[in-house]
């Protein structure tokens, strides 16, 4: 069956970085967009960035532009998250997503818990 | 951005019910739009998508309709496993936006 299992979370300082990995398995990878969305306690969610199949195109929400990367690997059927300079408001649950081309997110990893704070 | 506007916050609703969710864009979005279910401490779970089609596997009682700026969410005959937070997405352009989840609750 489908999963996504993300892994990477934790605690890190205001400022710091911190590498988010998601392994897909039971869909062929390379044909989906990957996505990831956060969730911060007790809010809504939001979209923050998302890859094509070929990593030629590349978006982010404002809030994470120039400080967050997404990228993927085909091989690894993996899609990573790089996060610098991160902030308290980055706090959150950060859930990656298998993608159709059409934009809608099919599969949803359980997501992992980043927090920052000092 | 395009902004997105779900309505109501809170649904306070009986097994049964037919209920409605809405949301409201602020430009048009074609019927790019999908429809989540979220229950605490899990993953959203995808419903619909592309404005009405409804994703493999879930309950005929859920149906999506609209286009453009307004879309709705309807849930006919609600049952105790319905009770949880739905979001809305637009996919339009290359910026998606959530709206804000809407939670519906036991009356």
């Known amino acids: 069956q489908v999963q996504l299992a993300e892994s990477g979370g934790g605690v890190v300082k205001p400022g710091g970085s911190l590498r988010l990995s998601c392994e897909a398995s039971g869909f062929t990878f390379s044909d989906y967009y990957m996505t990831w969305s956060r969730q911060a306690p007790g809010k809504g969610l939001e979209w923050i960035s998302y890859i094509s199949t070929n990593s030629l195109k590349i978006y982010y929400a404002d809030s994470v532009k120039g400080r967050f990367t997404i990228s993927r690997d085909n091989v690894k059927n993996s899609v990573y998250l790089q996060m610098n300079t991160l902030r308290a408001e980055d706090t959150a649950v950060y859930y990656c997503?298998?993608?159709?081309?059409?934009?809608?997110?099919?599969?949803w990893g359980q997501g992992v818990l980043v927090t920052v704070s000092s | 951005d395009v902004q997105m506007t779900q309505s109501p916050s809170t649904l306070s609703a009986s097994v049964g019910d037919r209920v409605t969710i809405t949301c409201r864009a602020s430009?048009?979005?074609?019927?790019?739009m999908a429809w989540y279910q979220q229950k605490p401490g899990k993953a959203p779970k995808l419903l619909i998508y592309k404005a009405s089609t409804l994703e493999s596997g879930v309950p005929s009682r859920f149906s999506g309709s609209g286009s453009g700026t307004e879309f709705t969410l309807t849930i006919t005959g609600l049952q105790p496993d319905d009770f949880a937070t739905y979001y809305c997405?637009?996919?339009?352009?290359?910026?998606?936006?959530f709206g804000q989840g809407t939670k519906v609750e036991i009356k």
């Open positions: 997405q637009q996919y339009d352009n290359y910026s998606w936006t």
């Open positions: 997503g298998g993608v159709p081309r059409s934009g809608y997110t099919k599969y």
């Open positions: 430009q048009s979005v074609g019927s790019w």
